[in-house]
């Protein structure tokens, strides 16, 4: 005897269309997420999936906004620690989210604003919150306030994702190597912006 189907709320068929899709970029593009699959996946027709969102890109959008507030939440640490132990904390956050979705991450977060304009400002509204938690944590270290500290903020952060979609992390201690790593290059990097006349010396 099969089992009654259990009927979706709209609200709850979109969270699942919206997972399927973040499901399938583990190992693919955005360009390469079909939503004639999609649909298959979650036992509906195509037709039925465009009357919960309104066009392919309503989709894509709804799939990339889902997976930046991941991305944003990951990296919120407590903001009750102290200054050393919330930049531990936020770098934490950070790494461990990209080197448990770095697929996603790399499909998303680094991809997506190139490959689809229809999603820049989505991306481009994620970095800036996780630049102003950058330039937050420079201020809970006493670091004198700087005109360019979102710069600086936003320079470190692609530096952070360079260096953390490309790290070896299979090796022992690599994981901890690499937050140690992105601790010191945010106090040096961050660091040279009370510290303006060594950018003249020599």
Known sequence: MSGKRTRLTPDQRRAQLVDIGLEMLADRSLDELSTDEVARRAG???GLLFHYFDSKRDFYRAVVEAECRRFVAAAEPDPSLPPVEWLRSFIAGFVTYVLEHRQVYLALVRGAAGSHPA???????TRERVAQRVADGQRRLGMPDSPRLGLAARAWMAFVEEAVTGWPVDEPGAREELAAFLESSFVSLLGM???PSALRSG
């Open 44 to 46: 509906i027709s195509r």
């Open 193 to 195: 912006l009370d510290r």
């Open 119 to 125: 999603v820049a400002d989505i991306v481009g509204e």
